[in-house]
């Protein structure tokens, strides 16, 4: 199979790492050569997080190029608008539609966009919704990355079972069970957006 390449931006403390682990742990168990790679801005501090996950028959490089990626998560909604074009004309941007404040903007240095969504929209695939109000619902915002793993597995080529497999042997125990609600709920979400 040619190779696949997945996105995953948002900012520091989002979870953005674990979900790299989980789409590593899916694509590792289906038999196939994988490559993770994490670029940290000040996570420490909200700032920008990128990792790429990228697998296939034979996969050489861990970095996705520009214009090379089949799917991008996104924690926050100016991190899908600053990773954009990372991805393939026919690729798949899914959004959690949150707003995250960087330091220039908290400092006045800057303003944040407006109209976000609708601009990401003109140009490309865009899955858009709101997972920490969903997270919300479920009694737990924890677990809020982890239906926006949902949404993104619902256009992917690994069955539930499987997920949900990875869920339970990457997530802590004691998590496990809300941790597949959330997956759930976000799978949901993502097969109605087809």
Request: hydrophobic share 40%.
């Amino acid at each position: 199979m040619a190779v696949k390449n997945i996105m995953i931006v948002g900012v520091g403390g989002q979870g953005t790492l674990l979900t790299s682990r989980i789409f590593g742990g899916i694509t590792l168990n289906a038999g196939y050569d994988v490559k993770l790679s994490e670029v940290h801005g000040m996570a420490q501090r909200g700032g920008s997080v990128v990792t790429f996950v990228r697998y296939g028959d034979n996969v050489y490089e861990p970095i996705v190029e520009e214009g090379q990626a089949d799917l991008i998560i996104a924690f926050e909604r100016l991190e899908a608008l600053r990773h954009a074009h990372f991805l393939k004309k026919d690729g798949v941007i899914v959004i959690n539609d949150q707003r995250i404040d960087p330091i220039t903007v908290v400092t006045g240095a800057a303003e944040y966009p407006e109209n976000i969504i609708e601009q990401l929209r003109q140009e490309h695939k865009v899955i858009s919704f709101d997972a920490m109000a969903e997270a919300k619902k479920l009694g737990n915002t924890k677990v809020f990355n982890t239906i926006i793993i949902g949404v993104a597995a619902s256009k992917m080529d690994f069955s539930k079972d499987d997920w949900l497999n990875v869920i339970e042997n990457t997530v802590p125990s004691k998590t496990v069970d809300i941790n597949k609600k959330a997956f759930e709920i976000g799978y949901n979400i993502g097969v109605k957006e087809s």
